[in-house]
């Protein structure tokens, strides 16, 4: 498809409530939105890389610079007529995977609805709904996070994650699922955990957790490996996995049970479908995780979702969790049974609100295509 213009955007939007996980406190997201135009239609892209380097390597600054500098041009060059094009022409690039999904995505939200077709059937969907649940952050007392558990229960949320470290875990868990002992409950460490703690970390096999997400090291698989032989509490991997060879190595080497595909960790939706489709082959479960995404990341998620190996709910929940007012609408909401409908209009599903973007944008800059070097 000929490319007609490309935009990147920085939008600051503060988050209703902050969120805290075992490696900081994120208040205020500092988001990048990329947008395509191609005859006439317009495909968005959204940048899910943190403020600062700390769930991978990479940021919204780097993510900006990466984008304008190599991505775009090398983009521009090719002119794609398919999204799964783009890791191809991106290949040059190490690494960067979120700067890389920005634009990959934005391409198939620009195929979806060039074909006229749901995003999420361009992806191979089969569901209707996407099943829900909740990331809870690190509270400052164990009453606030029952309280918070209590109303999330209470709108549908058919799974609940918290956010756990060292001193904020099994003391939690035993309040949370004293209280609540049928509800599907999970836990999440990013990497908060070193070997030396795998005594304590059995101790969490009394709480019945579906899961536990990255106990160990980002980069590892090995450490995770070992833990898991001696859990009963299935493994599963976030951080660890960034392409198909990733989960293929996990699962050999029984790393994890279960993994969470992101969409910028993985570099868009090409790299997360192989992945979904490894681990179905292998009959490993996968669930849609969250990076407390706007509505465009959000509605990426749940096309996504439709995917048949989602059979585990996701952290992809209603925009009211996050924000005043989201960028698309409608906005994103959660049915009583802690159900997301997959839109079955064509493209992404949900319009973007482009008064409230503008409004929202510190920074924008048009993508140019720069003469290639090697
Ligand atoms: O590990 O899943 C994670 C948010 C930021 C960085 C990492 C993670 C998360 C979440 C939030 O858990 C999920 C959400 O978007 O609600
Ligand atoms: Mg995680």
């Known amino acids: 498809m000929k490319i007609d213009g490309m935009v990147l955007r920085e939008l600051q939007i503060p988050l209703i409530r902050?969120?805290?996980?075992?490696?900081?406190?994120?208040?205020?997201?500092?988001?990048?939105?990329?947008?395509?135009?191609?005859?006439?239609?317009?495909?968005?892209?959204?940048?899910?890389?943190?403020?600062?380097?700390?769930?991978?390597?990479?940021?919204?600054d780097s993510a900006w610079q990466v984008i304008l500098n190599e991505l775009g041009p090398m983009l521009a060059a090719e002119s794609p007529e398919h999204g799964g094009q783009c890791p191809r022409i991106f290949h040059k690039v190490r690494g960067n995977s979120m700067a890389k999904a920005t634009l990959e995505n934005a391409i198939w939200d620009l195929e979806a609805q060039r074909e006229g077709i749901p995003l999420a059937q361009l992806l191979g969907g089969v569901r209707e709904t996407v099943a829900c649940g909740v990331s809870l952050g690190i509270q400052s007392s164990i009453p606030e996070l029952m309280s918070m558990v209590e109303r999330e229960l209470a709108a549908g949320y058919q799974r609940i994650k918290l956010k756990c470290k060292p001193g904020w875990d099994v003391e939690v868990f035993e309040q949370v699922r004293s209280r609540y002992p049928e509800i599907m409950l999970s836990c999440d460490a990013n990497s908060a955990y070193r070997l030396r703690d795998s005594d304590h970390i059995t101790t969490f096999d009394e709480f019945d957790l579906l899961m536990i997400e990255q106990p160990l090291w980002h980069d590892d698989f090995y450490y995770h490996s070992m833990l898991q032989k001696r859990l009963n509490t299935?493994?599963?991997?976030?951080?660890?996995?960034?392409?198909?060879?990733?989960?293929?190595?996990?699962?050999?080497?029984?790393?994890?049970?279960?993994?969470?595909?992101?969409?910028?960790?993985?570099?868009?939706?090409?790299?997360?479908?192989?992945?979904?489709?490894?681990?179905?082959?292998?009959?490993?479960?996968?669930?849609?995780?969250?990076?407390?995404?706007?509505?465009?990341?959000?509605?990426?998620?749940?096309?996504?979702?439709?995917?048949e190996n989602f059979t585990l709910p996701g952290d992809v929940s209603a925009s009211a969790r996050y924000w005043a007012e989201d960028i698309v609408?409608?906005?994103?909401?959660?049915?009583?049974?802690?159900?997301?409908?997959?839109?079955?209009?064509?493209?992404?599903?949900?319009e973007v609100r482009a008064d409230l973007i503008e409004r929202l944008t510190v920074r924008r800059e048009d993508i140019r295509a720069f003469e290639l070097v090697g």
């Open 234 to 307: 299935p493994i599963c991997l976030d951080e660890s996995i960034h392409n198909r060879r990733d989960a293929l190595a996990a699962i050999e080497m029984e790393s994890c049970k279960i993994i969470n595909i992101k969409l910028g960790r993985v570099g868009g939706f090409s790299e997360a479908i192989a992945v979904h489709n490894a681990a179905q082959e292998r009959g490993i479960p996968v669930w849609c995780g969250g990076m407390l995404e706007s509505g465009i990341g959000r509605a990426h998620n749940i096309a996504l979702s439709s995917l």
């Open 18 to 60: 902050p969120f805290e996980t075992s490696f900081g406190v994120t208040r205020d997201r500092r988001i990048l939105l990329a947008e395509i135009r191609s005859e006439g239609l317009t495909g968005w892209g959204e940048c899910t890389a943190g403020e600062r380097p700390f769930f991978s390597g990479e940021s919204t």
């Open 329 to 350: 609408e409608p906005e994103i909401t959660v049915t009583s049974a802690g159900e997301i409908e997959i839109p079955d209009t064509p493209g992404r599903g949900y």
